[in-house]
Nanobody
Framework: QVQLVESGGGLVQAGGSLRLSCAAS????????MGWFRQAPGKEREFVAS????????YYADSVKGRFTISRENAKNTVHLQMNSLKPEDTAVYYC????????????????????WGHGTQVTVSS
């Protein structure tokens, strides 16, 4: 098992930026594919971004393409989500997730494909 702890959330005005981080412990981080998801009040959890265990492949939801960037530092057991040009509709609790990956270039976009989850960090974007 791997334990995940998110950080970096907060309050920002529309058009601003935030960088979220997810620190992992308990297992070898480099063998896990990682993802970011978010959930707003009254809405179901939705996919945001994913990255393969090697960091070579990334994928983004249409709603954040061109604004968000996912990256990882395997030596520090950390994955990041750089969020630029934030909009009020980005307001949500953001969760990081991990799953063991058999292939270093494989990524996942469905929540039920992940079996390790952090506790979440709140992002609020004011207009």
């Amino acid at each position: 098992q791997v334990q995940l702890v998110e950080s970096g959330g907060g309050l920002v005005q529309a058009g601003g930026s935030l960088r979220l981080s997810c620190a992992a412990s308990g297992r070898t981080f480099s063998v896990y594919a990682m993802g970011w998801f978010r959930q707003a009040p009254g809405k179901e959890r939705e996919f945001v971004a994913s990255i393969s265990s090697s960091g070579g492949n990334t994928y983004y939801a249409d709603s954040v393409k061109g604004r968000f960037t996912i990256s990882r530092e395997n030596a520090k057991n950390t994955v990041h989500l750089q969020m630029n040009s934030l909009k009020p509709e980005d307001t949500a609790v953001y969760y990081c997730a991990a799953r063991f990956s058999y292939y270093s270039n494989t990524y996942y976009v469905q929540g039920n494909e992940y079996n390790n989850w952090g506790h979440g960090t709140q992002v609020t974007v004011s207009s």
